[in-house]
């Protein structure tokens, strides 16, 4: 196709894979990076508000998956500000690169979390449903799309995608749930009917692929797929597809909280989340059902 795709986080989890599959359509893909160590790298530092703007010139897509992690560290009053600037800010030295340059790129995608939800129990939640809560996870992914809302007020074609649990062994929830599988124990957390809103990773990528390749494409979509599970169901599948004998035991929900803090919302909020209008708009899975996706993760 030749067009140019530049990535700010292209090093994470869901980037280094999207990457491989841009490259594999014929993308030419740049990356920007604290540390360039490749032609294809460009330097930027969001916090100090600068961009090599050779960057930007040129880019026909910006995809925008940077951001601290949110489960990486406890939720210090610190930790919580990095979540949120990391990613506003980033948002923000690139809409004024595109400002500055005059180059508006064709398509805007956006990474966001279904952690806008909030602790939502049994209901579907659509993309038009206010948050349940102002718990952290919501009050910090609104402030995400905020700043992806005034990249696209610039006139830009933008895409925000909240994205689910996503499911790959070397990274996400699955490596967690894998290491006390290793030795025999299916943890799960409280009583493991929180539901579990997730997608295989390469259906997310997918996704920012079709949102290029669909120029109608625009606004906000779950990335989760059709199906979510409870928690336990989602452990108990997974010990499954990788031949494991377990046994099953809780993790209780006050020893998460004193153990985590606040960021136990993680793992405990249940979050029943509609994959309905991505399929609506003509988005196909590869992998709808837990079952299938856990096969194809764990295939040697």
Known sequence: ????VLIAGGSGFIGRRLVEMLQAQGYSVRLLTRTPRAPHHY?????????DDAAVQGADVVIHLAGAGIAEKRWTPARKQLIIASRTESARVLREAFQR???LPEVYLAASAIGYYGNSGERWMTEDDAPADRGFLSTSTIEW????????ALGIRTVVFRIGIVLEQEGGALREILRPLRFGIGAYFADGQAWYSWIHRDDVCRMFLWALHHPRAEGIYNAVAPHPVRNRELVRATARAMGRWAVYVPAPAFALRLALGEMADVVLNSTRVSAEKIRQAGFSFQYPHLEEALAHIFTP
């Open 43 to 51: 330097a930027w530092d969001p916090s100090a508000g600068q961009i």
């Open 101 to 103: 340059l005059q180059h």
């Open 1 to 4: 196709m030749g067009k140019t």
């Open 145 to 152: 799309e905020r700043a992806t809302e005034t990249v696209s």
